[in-house]
């Protein structure tokens, strides 16, 4: 059974830690996302949490420094992904999440209103 059929209006985030990725870790999560079928991809965001080893580096230079299973991820979500770090100071991080994937997904959200 497919958990996300098509023009479905599931987002999903996710989760991933901001440290090393390898090919195990891309296989096994695709071998536990493939429940969800292709499409959950046209629907995924990646969350990256504990965003203060970033140390005030780009994400960007962080994904091309773990190198392709990374990438990988990354494209099959359209490079859709969002960094939090839990150790900020700024209280508008999950509004700032919530703003992108409303951004990313417009027509998942539709009927959905965020007051911020």
């Given at each position: 059974p497919l958990f996300c059929p098509v023009k479905s209006k599931v987002v999903f985030v996710l989760l991933l830690p901001v440290d090393s990725f390898g090919e195990q870790d891309r296989a096994a999560m695709e071998m536990y996302l493939g429940v969800l079928g292709v499409q959950a991809w046209e629907n995924m965001m990646v969350l990256f949490t504990?965003?203060?080893m970033l140390r005030g580096?780009?994400?960007e230079s962080h994904i091309e420094k773990v190198?392709?299973?990374l990438q990988l991820v990354l494209d099959r979500c359209k490079r859709r992904h969002h960094v939090c770090d839990p150790n900020a100071a700024d209280p508008t991080q999950v509004d700032?999440?919530?703003r992108k994937v409303e951004e990313c997904?417009?027509?998942s959200l539709a009927t959905r209103s965020h007051q911020s």
């Open positions: 504990y965003g203060e580096r780009p994400v190198g392709r299973p700032l999440l919530l997904f417009p027509s």
